[in-house]
C-alpha cells in the first residue's frame, strides 16, 4: 500500500512540475525535426505549440507546412507536400526532462498530403530521411516478414489521422484522385515490425471504410512485391485480397480475390465508367486464386457472377503481341445471357488521353477465351450445350457459337464487330439446321398459316448499331430457308380453289379448315427497311408446286404476296380430262387474318362480297 501511494504521489507531482522544468521550445525543436528528418522534407510551423501534461505529456502544433523542392515543384520554387492544421503527439517527461524527448501516438488533424505518382506507378512517399532510408534497404525474410539492420530500423508507435485529405496526382492517367474526410488510425511499432490499420474516408463523394495490414511495409512502399491484406467496402461494392501485391505498378502477385458489386449501375457511376446495354445487371462478383508465374498471372478456382448467371473457370494473363495483356482461359457457364455477356465488352472508363475522355476494354486488354454453357439466352431462344469463343486482338472482335442445340437441331454462329467491338455494330453469320419450326414459331409469339416441320435457316445480317440496341429496321442481309416434309396450317387448298371461282376477295379462314402438305419448302430473301422481302419461294407437294415472292415485315402487321398454285398432272386425271388449272392471287391482310384476291377473270354470277 506504501508503494502504490509513493508512486502515485511521485506521478502527481511530476505532473505539477513538469511545466517548470520541461522546455517548450526544447519540445517543439524536437518534433519539428522529428518530423523533418522523417519525412525528408522541410517543416514550418506557424501556430504556438501547447504543452499539456495531465494526464500524460502531450505537444499540440498548429498549422505546419511541409515542403520540397524537386521536379514537380515548378520553377526552382519549394512544392507544398503536406499541409496540417493540428498536429499532436505524447512524450515520454524523463526523456524530455533530460533534453531528448520520444514522441509517440502521434495525432493529424486536418491534413492535406500531395502525392505524385509517375508514369511507371511509382509514389514519392518520402524524400530522402529515415523511411526513405529503410525502403532503400529492407529485405525479405523467410518467414514472409521484412529485415532492417538496427541502424537504419526506428521506433514509430501508432497515429492517427482525422478529417484527412490526399491529393494524387497520376502522370499515367493524366488525372488527379482525391480522397477525402479521411479518419484514420494505424498501428506501426518499429518500421521493420507490421503495419495495421483501418479508415473511413470518402471517395468520389462515397462513404468508404478500408481495413489494411502488411507484415512487408517497407517492401510496397518501394515498389516491391509484397505480402498484405486489405479490404474495402463503399455503398455499391466491397472487396477484399489477402495474398502478395505491389503497389507500384497496382498488381496482385499471389493471394485470394474477392469482388461483389451489390449495385452496378452505382459502381458505374462511382468510378466514372460506363457499360451501355447492360441496364438490366444489378449485381457482379468475382472470386478467385492468384497466382503469379514469370510469364503470366493466373485466376484459378476462379467464379464470376451477374446477376443470376455464375460462370467458373480458368483464366491465365501474358502478354499479347500488341502489347496488352492478353485474357485467355476456359469459362463453364450454367445460365449464360449471350448479348449482357458481349455487351460487357463495352465497358470503359475515363482517360484525359482519349480524343473522347474514355477508353475502352478492348483498348486496354485482348482476349482469347472459350467458352459453354449448360443453358444460352438469345432474345426469345434458349441455346444448350453450347460451345462457344471470344476472340479480340488486333482491333478485330469475335464471337463463335461452335455447336449449340437449338429447337431440336443444331445452331453455329460467327459474329463480327465492326471497328474493334459490337459498340459500334456487327456482321453475323447464322445456321440452323434441321430444327422444329412450330419451336421457333412460338418463341417469337406466332400463329396463324405457318409451316410445321423440320426445317433449316441461314441467316447473313449486318447492323451498323450497337447490337443491344440494334432494332429490326437496323438489319439488312439475306436470309435462306428450306423445310420439309411438313405442313402449313389453316391452308384448305380445295377451299380456296372453290372461292377463287366466284368471289373477287375472301377470308383465308373461310376457305376452311385444313392443312396443306408439303415435301419441300424453300425460302430466299433480303432483309431491309423492317420487312422480308422474298425474292423466291416455292412449294412442292405430290399434288401441286407453288410458287411465290412478296414483302413480310418483320412485326407481321401486314403483308403482301403474290403466288401461282400448279397443279402437278395424274394419270388419271389426264385420263378422266379433271386436270385443274393453275390458280395465281394476291395475299394481304394483316397477319394472321389474311385476305386472298385471285389474279384472273372471273367467271359471269361471281359475288363481291367476303
Known amino acids: 500500500m506504501v508503494v502504490v501511494v509513493v508512486s502515485l504521489g511521485v506521478f502527481v507531482a511530476s505532473r505539477v512540475a513538469a511545466p517548470y522544468i520541461v522546455s517548450s521550445s526544447l519540445v517543439r525543436g524536437s518534433i519539428e525535426k522529428v518530423v523533418g528528418r522523417w519525412s525528408g522534407h522541410d517543416v514550418q510551423i506557424a501556430g504556438t505549440p501547447e504543452l499539456q501534461f495531465w494526464p500524460q505529456p502531450k505537444i499540440t502544433l498548429a498549422h505546419l507546412t511541409l515542403t520540397r523542392a524537386g521536379p514537380h515543384s515548378g520553377e526552382g520554387k519549394n512544392s507544398v507536400v503536406a499541409q496540417i492544421d493540428q498536429l499532436s503527439a505524447t512524450f515520454g517527461l524523463l526523456n524530455a526532462v533530460m533534453g ?8 493529424l488533424t486536418g491534413a492535406t498530403v500531395h502525392l ?11 524524400n530522402g530521411g529515415p523511411l526513405a532510408k529503410a525502403i532503400a534497404h529492407v529485405s525479405e525474410t523467410a518467414n514472409g516478414g521484412q529485415s532492417l539492420s538496427p541502424d537504419v530500423d526506428g521506433t514509430i508507435g501508432s497515429f492517427s489521422i482525422e478529417n484527412g485529405r490526399l491529393d494524387i496526382a497520376d502522370d499515367a492517367s493524366g488525372r488527379k484522385f482525391v480522397i477525402e474526410g479521411i ?3 494505424v498501428t506501426w511499432p518499429k518500421m521493420s515490425s507490421t503495419i495495421k490499420g483501418s479508415a473511413n474516408m470518402v471517395i ?5 471504410q478500408v481495413d489494411f495490414s502488411s507484415a512487408q511495409p517497407l517492401l510496397l512502399m518501394g515498389g516491391h512485391v509484397g505480402q498484405a491484406s486489405f479490404s474495402i467496402t463503399a455503398p455499391t461494392a466491397k472487396g477484399s485480397f489477402s495474398g502478395r501485391t505491389s503497389l507500384m505498378p497496382a498488381r496482385f502477385a499471389s493471394g485470394q480475390i474477392d469482388i461483389t458489386m451489390s449495385d452496378v449501375a452505382g459502381f458505374l457511376a462511382w468510378t466514372g465508367a460506363e457499360l451501355p446495354g447492360m441496364e438490366a445487371l444489378h449485381t457482379a462478383s468475382i472470386k478467385a486464386t492468384v497466382t503469379a508465374e514469370a510469364d503470366r498471372v493466373r485466376l484459378e478456382e476462379l467464379s464470376l457472377s451477374a446477376n443470376d448467371t455464375n460462370a467458373t473457370g480458368l483464366v491465365d494473363i501474358t502478354q499479347g503481341k500488341s502489347g ?18 458481349l455487351a460487357a465488352f463495352a465497358l470503359s472508363a475515363p482517360d484525359s488521353k482519349a480524343v473522347s475522355g474514355k477508353s475502352g476494354l478492348l483498348n486496354w486488354l485482348e482476349f482469347d477465351l472459350a467458352l459453354s454453357a449448360r443453358r444460352a439466352s438469345l432474345a426469345q431462344f434458349t441455346l444448350t450445350d453450347m460451345g462457344a469463343s471470344v476472340l479480340a486482338t488486333d482491333g478485330a472482335m469475335v464471337f463463335d457459337i461452335g455447336d449449340s442445340t437449338l429447337a431440336g437441331g443444331t445452331m453455329i454462329g460467327h459474329l463480327e464487330g465492326r471497328n474493334g467491338g459490337f459498340e459500334k455494330g456487327a456482321h453475323l453469320d447464322l445456321s440452323i439446321t434441321n430444327a422444329d419450326l412450330s419451336d421457333l414459331e412460338n418463341k417469337l409469339g406466332l400463329s396463324g398459316p405457318l409451316p410445321l416441320g423440320s426445317g433449316s435457316l441461314t441467316v447473313s445480317v449486318t447492323t451498323k448499331r450497337a447490337i443491344w440496341q440494334t432494332r429490326p429496321n437496323d438489319i439488312t442481309g439475306t436470309l435462306k430457308l428450306t423445310a420439309g ?4 396450317t389453316g391452308v384448305n387448298i380445295d377451299g380456296i380453289r372453290t372461292l377463287a371461282d366466284n368471289r373477287i376477295f375472301f377470308k383465308l379462314e373461310d376457305a376452311g379448315k385444313g392443312d396443306l402438305s408439303f415435301d419441300s419448302l424453300s425460302v430466299t430473301a433480303d432483309l431491309a427497311d423492317g420487312a422480308i422481302n422474298i425474292n423466291e419461294g416455292s412449294l412442292k407437294s405430290t399434288s401441286l408446286s407453288s410458287s411465290f415472292t412478296g414483302v413480310i415485315p418483320y412485326a407481321f402487321k401486314g403483308l403482301a404476296l403474290s403466288t401461282e398454285i400448279v397443279p402437278l398432272s395424274t394419270s388419271s386425271s389426264a385420263a378422266t380430262g379433271t386436270e385443274q388449272k393453275p390458280l395465281r392471287f394476291f395475299i394481304a391482310g394483316s397477319w394472321p387474318n389474311l385476305i386472298l384476291s385471285p389474279i384472273q377473270i372471273p367467271p359471269s354470277g361471281l359475288t363481291t362480297t367476303p
Request: cysteine-free.
Open 485 to 488: 416434309p411438313g405442313r402449313i
Open 100 to 107: 531528448h524527448p520520444v514522441f509517440d501516438d502521434f495525432t
Open 116 to 126: 505524385h505518382r509517375d508514369r511507371e506507378g511509382r509514389i514519392d512517399w518520402s
Open 183 to 185: 479518419f484514420s488510425q
Open 324 to 341: 496488352k495483356p492478353k485474357v485467355s482461359g476456359t469459362l463453364a457457364f450454367g445460365q449464360m445471357d449471350i448479348p449482357t455477356f
Open 204 to 208: 468520389g463523394g462515397m462513404a468508404t
